[in-house]
């Protein structure tokens, strides 16, 4: 280019990308113009792949113009994951029943976990996620019954990160934070203590694929539970283990997110 200045071209699915990813840190519905300022993108180029987002279904536009994530992409996300939740489901709810706390399975997507299933509890304990959501593996206690079990490489690559203060009671220190992963793999199960939010604590296990880590079951309650909340491994391991047999025939990519590898 003249002068020198080389402007990087976005390529359009990543335009279209960068406007459904809008919705998703908004958690709400925008306006066009709001739209644009949050994907960079130019108000006539946002306004056309707006309207053709819109007639595919995939965002709706209310009667106020602001726009929202549509009907369609909502059909299109029940079949990710599919053959695992449906597996799994009973299992989960088996879980909620035998315990009366929130259950969740959640698998590794890149450096965070992503919560596939979960079955409320009645409590009104503090959420920190909901199903499709994601969090940091080191904060979670599914994430690090995953992150303990995962390959060598895997651990020290995450561990090599700036890993993110979620409570002021997460678990930060690389050393100390591998040792707990240490401790984990020898027992078999992780637990957290307001690490990822207050008045919340948590305690799972991994779930096995052949000799692999697949997924993490886990519990989460209130803190003031967190005494006694190990009285619920038993249970946890039973039904991670009747997981494990039912979903042996799903291959071990449907328990990994597209981005596998740590970035």
Same mark, same amino acid.
């Given at each position: 280019?003249?002068?020198?200045?080389? !402007?990087?071209?976005?390529?359009?699915?990543?335009?279209?990308?960068?406007?459904?990813?809008?919705?998703?840190?908004?958690?709400?519905?925008?306006?066009?113009?709001?739209?644009?300022?949050?994907?960079?993108?130019?108000?006539?180029?946002?306004?056309?792949?707006?309207?053709?987002?819109?007639? @595919?279904?995939?965002?709706?536009?209310?009667?106020?113009?602001?726009?929202?994530?549509? /009907?369609?992409? @909502?059909?299109?996300? #029940?079949?990710? @994951?599919?053959?695992? =939740?449906?597996?799994? *489901?009973? $299992?989960? #709810? &088996?879980?909620?029943?035998?315990?009366?706390?929130?259950?969740? %399975?959640?698998? *590794?997507?890149?450096?965070?976990?992503?919560?596939? &299933?979960? !079955?409320?509890?009645?409590? =009104?304990?503090?959420?920190?996620?909901?199903?499709?959501?994601?969090?940091?593996?080191?904060?979670?206690?599914?994430?690090?019954? /995953?992150?303990? $079990?995962?390959?060598? @490489?895997?651990?020290?690559?995450?561990?090599?990160? #700036? %890993?993110?203060?979620?409570?002021?009671?997460?678990?930060?220190?690389? =050393?100390? %934070?591998?040792?707990?992963?240490?401790?984990?793999?020898?027992?078999?199960?992780?637990?957290?203590?307001?690490?990822?939010?207050?008045?919340?604590?948590?305690?799972? !296990?991994?779930? $096995?694929?052949?000799?692999?880590?697949?997924?993490?079951?886990?519990?989460?309650?209130?803190?003031?539970?967190?005494?006694?909340?190990?009285?619920?491994?038993?249970?946890?391991?039973?039904?991670?283990? #009747?997981?494990?047999?039912?979903?042996?025939?799903?291959?071990?990519?449907? $328990?990994?997110? !597209?981005?596998?590898?740590?970035?």
């Amino acid at each position: 280019m003249a002068g020198g200045n080389r !402007v990087e071209r976005r390529t359009v699915t990543t335009k279209v990308l960068a406007i459904l990813e809008a919705f998703e840190k908004s958690r709400g519905s925008l306006t066009l113009t709001e739209i644009a300022e949050v994907t960079g993108l130019p108000l006539s180029t946002a306004h056309r792949l707006v309207t053709e987002l819109t007639n @595919w279904g995939l965002l709706f536009r209310g009667a106020q113009g602001r726009y929202q994530l549509g /009907i369609r992409l @909502w059909e299109l996300a #029940q079949n990710a @994951w599919r053959p695992l =939740r449906e597996t799994a *489901r009973p $299992f989960i #709810q &088996d879980l909620f029943s035998l315990t009366g706390e929130t259950a969740h %399975l959640a698998v *590794r997507e890149g450096n965070e976990v992503l919560y596939i &299933d979960r !079955v409320y509890g009645s409590k =009104r304990v503090p959420r920190a996620s909901r199903v499709g959501g994601r969090l940091p593996m080191h904060a979670t206690a599914v994430g690090k019954a /995953i992150l303990a $079990f995962e390959e060598s @490489w895997v651990r020290s690559a995450y561990l090599d990160r #700036q %890993l993110e203060h979620r409570t002021p009671h997460t678990h930060v220190n690389p =050393r100390l %934070l591998a040792e707990e992963l240490a401790q984990i793999r020898e027992q078999g199960y992780a637990t957290t203590l307001e690490e990822v939010r207050l008045g919340s604590c948590s305690i799972a !296990v991994p779930i $096995f694929h052949g000799r692999q880590v697949g997924a993490g079951l886990g519990l989460v309650m209130l803190s003031s539970q967190a005494s006694t909340m190990i009285r619920h491994l038993p249970t946890l391991k039973g039904v991670a283990g #009747q997981i494990e047999i039912s979903t042996a025939h799903i291959p071990l990519e449907g $328990f990994r997110g !597209v981005s596998g590898a740590t970035e």
